[in-house]
């Protein structure tokens, strides 16, 4: 079973994305912070890391850095969740080191698959010898 950690201060927001989630087959860790966040990334190294950028204390975008410098987490594959129409948070998600985005309000009927594609993806990269 792959694991899943959520990092989103949001009550709904999180409810929305762990139901989807579980349904779909996916073992997901909950966090509401960034720092707590941090430590269960550290301690579980879940199969993908699903970071909401603006969270109270330490942000999306210095969990991900710090996450990123650490060489014991650094190959976790880090999905932004961001607003919707917020472009910078895009780029600003990826030149912070997050592997991609989703944009909130997630899609209902397409979040599984791009969850299972992102895994699929990481899982394929780490194959390539460098
Ligand atoms: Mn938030």
Redesign the pocket.
């Known amino acids: 079973m792959k694991t899943v950690l959520v990092i ?3 009550r709904l ?1 999180m409810e929305l994305v762990v139901d989807v989630l579980e349904v779909s087959g996916y073992k997901v860790l909950r966090a509401s912070s960034g720092e707590n966040g941090l430590s269960l990334a550290r301690r579980y190294l879940p199969d993908l890391v699903l970071m ?4 109270p204390g330490m942000d999306g975008l210095a969990a991900t850095r710090a996450l990123k410098s650490d060489p014991a987490t650094r190959k976790l594959t880090v999905i932004a969740l961001t607003a919707h129409a917020m472009r910078s948070d895009q780029t600003n998600a990826l030149a912070a080191g997050c592997d991609g985005y989703l944009s909130k309000p997630i899609d209902v009927k397409t979040f599984a698959a791009r969850i299972e594609w992102f895994i699929a993806a990481a899982a394929l990269a780490d194959e390539v010898p460098n």
């Open positions: 989103e201060d949001n927001n909401d950028l603006s969270l």
